[in-house]
Every structure is written in structure tokens, then in C-alpha cells.
């Protein structure tokens, strides 16, 4: 009878070990500063003008409304948060943020800050806009990571300010956004 109880305590302090061991793992992601990773920028006005230009056709109120919306909100939870840092969290790694102070005025010349804009579920992606100072001027930029690879894309837009919101196809296969400029209103900058 000794034998046949000692087997089972054995098999659950070895399952106990694995357990803890895979969950220690997951806790010790380790932590690296954003600035430091490869990123891959989109919208250059060379590439965006070989595209043919988009053909618009006006619809109905009724014909509109026959088409599924699906449902690509924005998620604005506030991300982990430490001093002057935020942390978001990738499947491999945290990535970690120096984020964007009330008073731009405290941000040296060139140095980056962050601001969290918040999760597309449907993408499973974060959006970040980067935020720099530039012999007095403002400049941003709008960024996307995605959480489970860690891949970085940032979106150029043709100002000096980041855009503010990108559409989803339905399919989740492509985003599009609007730039309105500053100094042109109510006009994109391809004509």
C-alpha cells in the first residue's frame, strides 16, 4: 500500500513544479524601452501616389444602412502606469513609454514622449501617438503594435500632427484615415 500512495504525491509535486515554473516565466517578460525598437512606417506620398485614386459613389440613406457595421471601437483602458512611464504588454515582451507630460514645455529638444490612445480589439492592436519637439515646433506621429507579435507600424501623415483615427475594413485586411490639412481646410491632400 506504500508504494501505490507515494505515486500520486509524487505526480502532483512534479505538476506543481511545472505550473509554477511556466508561471514565473510569464511574469519575467522582459522590459525594453519603445524608443530602442524597429518599427515599419506607412503613407509616403510617393507609394500613396501610385495607387489609382479612389472612385466615390454617393448612395442612399436605405442602401447605407443595408450593410453590416462591424464593430472596430476603440478600447481607451488605461495602460500600467509607474512615475513618468506607461507599460503595455506584448506576448514576448513589455514595452515600456515615457509618457507625455501636461506641460510640453518640459520636453527637451528631440525627446520622444507617448500618449496612449487606446486597443482595437478587431486588430489586437495598441495606438500610440509619439510626440517630439523640434526647434520649437510640435511634431507627432501615429503608431500601432501589434500585442501579439510585438511589430511596430507607423502611420505618416503629410502635417506635422499624427492622425487622429483610422478606419477598418470590415475584414480586418485594411485600414484607412483621413488627414485634414491645417492649412488647406476641408481638403485632402491628394486632389
Known sequence: MKKIFIIPILFILVYCQKTKKISTESNRKEIVNFENQQFQSFGFQDKYDLNPPLKL???????FK????PNHSIINKKPKMNGDNFYLETN??????KKESDNAMNRKEGENRYEYLGFYPSLNMYAVASNTVSEGLGFS????I???????????SPGDDRIDQIFISPDNSHITYFYNQVYDENRSFRK
Open 146 to 156: 501589434n500585442k501579439a507579435s510585438g511589430k511596430i507600424s507607423k502611420i505618416l
Open 141 to 144: 506621429d501615429f503608431e500601432l
Open 57 to 63: 459613389k454617393e448612395i442612399t440613406e436605405l442602401e
Open 92 to 97: 514576448h515582451k513589455i514595452l515600456q513609454f
Open 66 to 69: 443595408k450593410y453590416d457595421k
